[in-house]
Nanobody, 122 residues
Framework: QVQLQESGPGLVKPSQTLSLTCTVSGGSITANYYYWSWVRQPAGKALEWMGGMDYRGTTYAIPSLASRTSIARDTSKNQFTLQLTSVTPEDTAMYYC??????????????WGQGIQVTVSS
C-alpha cells in the first residue's frame, strides 16, 4: 500500500523559506500516470491545492503561488519536495502531500499523508 509522509519544520519565521519533504513508500514517484501534489488547509478554511508534479517530472502550480513555489523530486530517495519562499502568517496551515490520478485531488481521492502543521510566526 502506498504511504506518504510529510516532514519539515513546524515553525517558520516570516520572510523565510518553508521547505517540506514528502517521502513515499509502497510505490514509485515515477510510476506512470500518477500526480504528486501539495495541498494545504488553513484552520477553518477549505483545502487549497498549491501545486504538483506528474510522473514525468513536469511541475505545476496555482498561479497565485507560482512565483513563490518550487516543487522538485529526488527519485533516488523516492521523495518530492515543496519550497515556499517569502512566507507570511497567511501561509500558516496544515500541509499535505498526496498521490492521485488527477493533478488536483479531492480529499477522498488517492493517497494522502497525515499532514504537517506549519506555523509562520516570529
Amino acid at each position: 500500500q502506498v504511504q506518504l509522509q510529510e516532514s519539515g519544520p513546524g515553525l517558520v519565521k516570516p520572510s523565510q523559506t518553508l521547505s517540506l519533504t514528502c517521502t513515499v513508500s509502497g510505490g514509485s514517484i515515477t510510476a506512470n500516470y500518477y500526480y504528486w501534489s501539495w495541498v494545504r488547509q488553513p484552520a477553518g478554511k477549505a483545502l487549497e491545492w498549491m501545486g504538483g508534479m506528474d510522473y514525468r517530472g513536469t511541475t505545476y502550480a496555482i498561479p497565485s503561488l507560482a512565483s513563490r513555489t518550487s516543487i522538485a523530486r529526488d527519485t533516488s530517495k523516492n521523495q518530492f519536495t515543496l519550497q515556499l519562499t517569502s512566507v507570511t502568517p497567511e501561509d500558516t496551515a496544515m500541509y499535505y502531500c498526496a498521490r492521485a490520478t488527477s493533478m488536483v485531488p479531492k480529499r477522498d481521492e488517492g493517497y494522502w499523508g497525515q499532514g504537517i502543521q506549519v506555523t509562520v510566526s516570529s
